[in-house]
């Protein structure tokens, strides 16, 4: 796929989903006057999520010619921020789901677990682990897939194990767990599903691509498949927010009918 096409995607991306984020955030603050941990669960998700989607503009200013010779500061700096964001914006799916599902939200303890551990995971690959490089349309920093010593291996185990894996199976876990005599409401039901489902889907090519590595056929990985992760990833990010203002307009007019039902 020619590079501008690639880097047309991640404008338009980028658009839709601060756009998206950003509406999203507006629905939580107008229709409260205090904020909860739990409407601060959605917010730290998708601020997080809007951090890493205004990352997809930064390829659009960079010429031609500077592209392919990304310096190294550069692309260290933009593979931090970029993997930084990415696992808080996982990790919130969890407490997304604790939030529409329990009674008791996560604390303020478990935000600040997650950002700093989000922050350490993004900083070991710059200091001799993987190492962060430059994909070959040049358009993004990701870890680097072909570097097949035992110890990069074994942290991309971690990181897809405790960003992808533990969030997403800890969340359906709760969503299976949810009993029939619940006061939860469907459409909070509803609203988790879809995210879930979208978070798996949108961030799956990640976990492929790592296994891939995994199994040492990195040579293998076409400039195509590099390419695909981070466009998917973002992609469901933008998405995301419309699933919750879907969710919860339809939540807000059941609660209208049923007041005035009591009033009538």
Known sequence: MDVNVIRNLYVIIGCTGIVTNMHAIYTIVASTKKLTTRHIAYLYYFVNNILLIQLSFIPTFIPNQAQSKWPNIMCNLYG?????????????????????????????????????MALLCSLIPTLGLCGYTGDPHHTTCLINWRNTTDGCRVFLVIISLMFFGLPCL?????????????????????????LIIL??????????????????????????????????????MALAPLVYVWFSKSAVKKETKQEDKKEN
Request: neutral net charge; contains cysteine; charged residues 10%.
């Open 170 to 194: 800890s969340s359906v876990y709760e969503l299976m767990n949810v009993g029939k005599n619940s006061t939860v409401s469907s459409d909070a039901k509803k609203l988790v599903t879809s």
């Open 199 to 236: 978070t798996i889907v949108s961030w799956l090519p990640f976990a492929v691509l790592s296994f891939w590595e995994l199994i040492g056929r990195a040579s293998d990985i076409t400039p195509m498949m590099e390419a695909s992760p981070p466009l998917a990833a973002k992609g469901g």
């Open 80 to 116: 931090i921020t970029s993997h930084y964001t990415g696992y808080c914006s996982l990790m919130s799916i969890f407490f997304v789901t604790v939030s529409c599902l329990k009674d008791s939200p996560p604390s303020m303890n478990h935000f600040a677990w997650a950002t700093v």
